[in-house]
């Protein structure tokens, strides 16, 4: 079974730093790009970044690019998502998933989705 | 912010037929396919359609997609109490150079 698991919850305080975690399992981790997802509290789904995990090539959202870092470690099939300094506003629920692209990557779509990791923010 | 705009709710009666719609542009929906995902309260969201109209393996027959100009729609027929839920329709955005998402849509079945 193809599966992304997410790591579990987090609390920080403001100006901390942080990195989540996302494992893929059942596939060739290093054949499908992985994205992140935030959705903040009663809020929709906004893309954040993607990863291509068999050359850690990444592309950043303009409204998330510099304040947050995308990474994978092929080795364990695990790509992360980290923080500098966190702020109140970045807490939210972020999701990882699988990219799954035919005709040279013109048509693509996300699937499975990980479980969803919550970040919560406050001093 | 959201470029692919979706009615914020929708409802029906079990058996009933609803359709939503997503409206962008000839950067995302125009030159792009649209892929739509359903999120049940408190869960992940999950593939329902891709490629405008197709069917992962386990979606029911009853949810289907169509995509004309730089519009797109979904329809679920014969609504379910199990199909209360969050739906998101998503494309490529040449423009941005990046993936945005519609602006949501609650399925309240009465």
């Known amino acids: 079974e193809v599966q992304l698991v997410q790591s579990g919850a987090e609390v920080k305080k403001p100006g901390e730093s942080l990195r989540i975690s996302c494992k893929g399992s059942g596939y060739s981790f290093t054949s499908f790009w992985i994205i992140w997802v935030r959705q903040m509290p009663g809020k929709g789904l906004e893309w954040m970044a993607r990863?291509?995990?068999?050359?850690?090539?990444?592309d950043y959202s303009p409204s998330f690019q510099g304040h947050v870092t995308i990474s994978a470690d092929h080795s364990i099939s695990t790509a992360y998502l980290q923080w500098s300094s966190l702020k109140a506003s970045d807490t939210a629920m972020y999701f990882c998933?699988?990219?799954?692209?035919?005709?040279?990557?013109?048509?693509?779509?996300?699937?499975?989705w990980g479980q969803g990791t919550l970040v919560t923010v406050s001093s | 912010q959201s470029v692919l705009t979706q009615p914020p709710s929708a409802s029906g009666t079990p058996g009933q037929r609803v359709t939503i719609s997503c409206s962008g542009s000839s950067s995302n929906i125009g030159n792009n396919t649209v892929n739509w995902y359903q999120q049940l309260p408190g869960t992940a969201p999950k593939l329902l359609l891709y490629t405008n109209n197709q069917r992962p393996s386990g979606v029911p027959d009853r949810f289907s997609g169509s995509k004309s100009g730089t519009s797109a729609s979904l329809a679920i027929s014969g609504l379910q109490s199990e199909d209360e839920a969050d739906y998101y329709c998503a494309a490529w955005d040449d423009s941005l150079n990046g993936y945005v998402f519609g602006t949501g849509t609650k399925v309240t079945v009465l």
């Open positions: 998933a699988r990219r799954i692209a035919v005709a040279g990557g013109a048509v693509d779509w996300f699937d499975p």
């Open positions: 990863i291509d995990p068999s050359d850690s090539y990444t």
